[in-house]
């Protein structure tokens, strides 16, 4: 756990009763090289299967992140573990969550948050391409490719037609207005620090806030990228409306930490269905109304839950 991001004593009150935490390795542990075990190619891995063994014999392991997890086998105490470090048992450090709170309190409300993705280093992972970008923002996403080129022709047709490419803020604007969201109503961008073509966004949606909007220069300086998503994250997570653009680990945890606490509507939008309906000719109006058919159900669905056996629902009473 990051002690810079994260309360580490209230983890650990929190998690008494559910697991014993050491924040120092015993001796005999201390002094032995930890084995990695690699999830990062199972999809979906088991715990009992791929790590378990190695922990029993070895005592002590490393695991890499894994995207995808299966927990159909976990007993009910596991289940209620994972429950609760996830969703109980994890808050900011106050200097954090006070700037956050600060943000609350000085954006017009209702508000919106958008996590906005279009950052170089993003564009670079994703390997795809974009037309009518800026010389500037073409430059600066080829000096972070490092050996990551982008996709061509067909490859690079079905990798955009399966939703795999991040929308640019242009094109996040255009969905925006599809599903009707009022172009004067504020917006808060929870994004990375170098966002590309940001005035094309903008010119849509001028009343635009970011954090610099609220906090003070220097504070901001000192700020590495995680304590700025952090603070990103307690604000989207207290939001009227939370919009995600692009489904990475902060949007599962917003979305699902929202459905948890019924905090306000929330809308993962859905690139596959643009970037298809692109491909298919369309545009302008017709466009619109394609986007609009395929969102106006996802508000608030519940959909994309990373922890589903988290998510109780009773049917008492019910026939």
Known sequence: MKRDIFDAEYFIQQMKGFLHVVKELPPYLASKPPVVVDCHKRKPFDYIETVL??????????INPAASQRADRYPIWAKATRCQACFKAIRLVNHLESKAKLILDRIPRPFVALHLRFE????????CSYQNLSSSSLEAIEAVREGRPAFTG????NWRRRGKCPLTPVEAAFILQALRLPTNIPIYLASGGGLLEKDGFMKVYSNTYEKKDFLDTQFLKQLRGNSKAAIDYYVSLKSDLFIATYFGNMDKMVVADR???NTGKTVVLN????????S???????????VWQTHKALLDNGNHLPLPDCFCHSNAGQE
């Open 154 to 157: 067909n490859l690079a047709d």
């Open 271 to 278: 690139r596959k269905v643009f970037a298809e309906a692109i």
């Open 259 to 261: 459905s948890l606490i």
């Open 120 to 127: 170089p280093d993003m564009i670079a992972y994703s390997r």
């Open 53 to 62: 063994p190695v922990l029993l014999e070895h005592k002590l392991v490393i």
């Open 280 to 290: 298919q000719g369309l545009n302008g109006s017709h466009l619109a109304y394609r």
